[in-house]
């Protein structure tokens, strides 16, 4: 049997780093987006009581050290189903490290795929209990839309949808950003009243200029990469709405409410970036096809 399973990437709108937890995780405030970029994962069993993985992408590992892998094994142990053999193909388009969620949402991925497959019957809070044991961003990628994540991120609450039409990604090649670096750099930064509770006000408002007004990243304050100024002042030049870097970085997305103006975007950062995408915001995290 096979299942395919679409993985959307995410962006944050905002991220708020509140403060370091005794177990060494983070707190974090932020308004979490998934978008129409997606990685396509296929499911397969056989009979080989092993866990496989392949994957398109250089540099993705193909072993226990995946987060596929790690999916898959937790799905398994949690359902009592050990010894299971699955092979698990990842076609990425998503770039690594660019704080996008490209791993984690191979992961949920992973979990819903496998949840059909052996008719596990799992419902949403039960996936997204063993997604929490895998990876502070999979609970969201399961679910996707707009949603305020608290806690290590994995405490989920729904907002009004995002409303912008078009979203333009870009990651800077040769920049990917170790996140226990960034997260020490944060650590160091003064503290500031949290722009997600700005921002969930400007949800609920449905004003775009005002929520396009309070992106705002801490990493990006934090890391102050050369490469992100750079892209968001040929964002801004081709008229984005606002634009900001998604998670640890270093990708960067804009925000538009013009198909022409974002293609313009797209076209001017093509010049100089491989890794340039044109999405929308979805109101869904992963989906079967």
């Known amino acids: 049997m096979e299942i395919k399973v679409l993985a959307p990437a995410k962006i944050n709108l905002t991220l708020d780093v509140t403060g ?6 983070h707190n974090i405030l932020s308004i979490m987006q998934s978008v129409d970029l997606y990685d396509t994962i296929t499911v397969t069993d056989n009979d080989s009581g092993q866990i496989t993985v392949s994957c398109n992408y250089e540099g993705v590992p193909c072993d226990e050290k995946n987060i596929c892998y790690k999916a898959a094994e937790r799905f398994f142990i949690a359902t009592r ?3 299971q053999g699955v092979h698990i193909d990842i076609d ?19 979990l819903m795929g496998l949840n059909k497959m052996f008719d596990a019957f799992l419902k949403p809070d039960e996936l997204q209990e063993i997604a929490e044991k895998i990876g502070a961003d999979v609970p969201f990628c399961l679910v996707g839309g707009t949603k305020y994540a608290t806690g290590i991120g994995t405490k989920l609450q729904k907002m009004p949808n995002f409303l912008a039409s078009h979203i333009v990604i870009c990651k800077p090649d040769n920049v990917s950003v170790s996140t226990a670096e960034a997260y020490k750099k944060v650590d160091a930064l003064n503290p500031h009243p949290p722009y997600t509770d700005e ?8 004003d775009m200029f005002r929520i396009t007004s ?24 081709r008229k984005a709405l606002g634009a900001s870097m998604s998670g640890s970085g270093s990708a960067v997305f804009a925000v538009y409410n013009s198909e022409r103006k ?21 109101k869904e995290g992963c989906k079967i096809v």
């Not at 990425?92 to 992973?110: C, E, N, R």
């Not at 921002?199 to 449905?206: E, V």
């Not at 010049?271 to 915001?281: A, N, Q, R, W």
């Open 20 to 25: 370091k937890r005794p177990d060494g995780y």
């Open 81 to 83: 189903n050990e010894g």
């Open 92 to 110: 990425k388009v998503i770039p690594t490290q660019a704080g996008l969620a490209g791993g984690s949402t191979d992961g949920a991925a992973v």
């Open 199 to 206: 921002m969930i006000k400007s949800l609920f408002s449905r």
């Open 214 to 237: 309070t992106l705002f990243n801490d990493f990006e304050l934090a890391l102050k990469l050369e490469e992100v100024n750079d892209i968001k002042r040929i964002m801004y030049k």
């Open 262 to 282: 974002a293609k313009k975007c797209v076209d001017a950062l093509k010049e100089k970036y491989d890794k340039v995408f044109l999405c929308h915001p979805t």
